[in-house]
């Protein structure tokens, strides 16, 4: 399906992206230092989850919306960025009430924060098309899709696990998580809303 050395060069490109700190990181982040291990682990897990889904819409074409129909990308943008301050805002509660957790799943909240930004489904839908063979657009999207999926959990995974590390220790670190997820809410509304 794939001859070895545009495997080589996408499975490279994948990892350099997948290092490149961005919104998932953060949330990934945010969640194990705020809520320990397992929170990481589940976010990471979820987020990775997301990427699959985006693999799926990109294969199928219903991620060219947004390139047909832009509003829908500032429209979904807005959603997602409502989606992260509401959950800083509950991690911000929780840390007041001295609760241990911010509360809901942190797998489905993960997959929910990374199907909910339209620049990873952009994203794929620009990326993987150029490295899926003619023959078999959708399978290879798909396969490739599958590969990314599994760095970024590998990846994600380990940060979750060591921002985990920190976890437990406090209302403090429960309040930079809310801090955290705000701040990211306000950058995706800045960076895509019209001034």
């Not at 997301?50 to 060219?64: D, E, N, W």
């Amino acid at each position: 399906m794939f001859d070895a050395a545009t495997l080589a060069v996408y499975l490279a490109a994948a990892v350099a992206l997948v290092l490149s700190p961005g919104p998932d990181t953060a949330y990934v982040l945010a969640r194990g230092a705020g809520e320990g291990r397992r929170a990481g682990v589940l976010s990471a897990l979820g987020v990775a989850s997301g990427i699959l889904v985006h693999t799926a819409m990109a294969a199928l074409g219903l991620a060219a919306l947004f390139e047909a129909v832009p509003r829908s990308r500032t429209a979904v943008t807005a959603l997602g960025a409502c989606y992260l301050a509401y959950l800083g805002v509950r991690s911000l509660r929780a840390a007041d009430a001295e609760s241990h957790a911010t509360g809901g799943n942190p797998y489905v909240q993960g997959l929910t924060v990374n199907v909910l930004n339209p620049q990873v489904a952009l994203f794929f839908l620009a990326f993987l098309p150029g490295f899926a063979s003619e023959a078999a657009p959708a399978l290879g999207m798909f396969v490739l899709g599958a590969l990314y999926a599994v760095i970024t959990a590998v990846y994600l995974g380990a940060v979750g696990l060591l921002s985990g590390t920190l976890g437990g220790r406090g209302a403090w670190l429960r309040r930079a998580s809310g801090v955290v997820l705000l701040g990211l809410a306000g950058w995706l509304l800045v960076r895509t809303l019209p001034v």
